[in-house]
């Protein structure tokens, strides 16, 4: 594996040479070394470090929903910041590899804290398979393949499916979008999930409507416990 990230990481270079990749997140500077974001955007960007602290700000919005060992997000989110624009080209311009880069970053980081260490299995929220099929990709799934390359855990996309296409939720509150998440997922397939322990994965967290959604399906399996990773946080 690391093998391979490292030709892949020499390959990025020489093509760096001919067409430079600019900064996934300022889209202006230059990153070094296969990055994908700048060193002033890698020091800049606001980082949580829940995965260091159990009670944290994450954890906390979700407390009395569901069971959950543990929720890391790498950044906040916050409207009109560089995070919204890695986002946005993460998910509308298709860089998908800067999703994985973020994921190999971060994993090595939840690797060496509680419990994240203890997981064995990476599920990220699907899309609706329109949307996937329109956008190409999932790019909490490609998060989750980065994670799952360096933290050695299989990445299981095909037990969890969208079943319905919800509506955008940015202008809802927290009892809409519940509303809109009921019966959104299914849990197509419980192959190898009984007593495992899953990072459930998405892209952002606003109330947690969607990832509680996933976890009720996922927690039907028995034994299964759950741990929440996503690349962001709203901020309330
Ligand atoms: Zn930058």
Redesign the pocket.
């Known amino acids: 594996m690391e093998v391979m990230a490292g030709f892949r990481e020499w390959v990025d270079d020489l093509l760096g040479l001919v067409y430079p990749r ?8 230059q ?1 070094l070394g296969g990055h994908c ?6 020091w ?1 960007l606001p980082r949580t470090d829940f995965h260091r602290i159990a009670d944290n700000t994450m954890s906390r919005r979700l407390t009395g929903r569901f069971p959950l060992e543990g929720a890391a997000a790498m950044f906040y989110f916050l409207k009109d910041s ?1 995070v919204q624009q890695l986002l946005h080209r993460i998910k509308y311009q298709g860089q998908s590899q800067a999703a994985h880069d973020l994921g190999r970053f971060y994993g090595r980081e939840l690797m060496e804290c509680r419990p994240f260490d203890e997981a064995n299995a990476i599920i990220p929220v699907p899309l609706h398979p329109r949307r996937q099929h329109f956008r190409g990709f999932n790019q909490s799934a490609w998060f989750g393949k980065g994670l799952s390359s360096v933290m050695e855990i299989p990445l299981l996309e095909d037990r969890l499916v969208r079943t319905k296409a919800t509506l955008t939720q940015t202008s809802m509150s927290r009892s809409e979008r519940l509303d809109n998440m009921k019966d959104a997922f299914r849990l197509k397939s419980r192959k190898g999930l009984a007593g495992q322990h899953i990072l459930l994965v998405d892209d952002v967290m606003t109330t947690g409507a969607t990832l509680e959604a996933c976890a009720l399906s996922l927690l039907t399996v028995p034994g299964v416990r759950i741990s929440l990773v996503t690349l962001a946080i709203a901020r309330d």
Do not use: I, Q, T, V
Not at 22 to 29: E, K, N, P, Q, Y
Not at 37 to 42: D, G
């Open positions: 600019l900064c996934a997140a300022c889209g202006s500077a990153p974001l700048c060193l002033r955007c890698e800049d560089p």
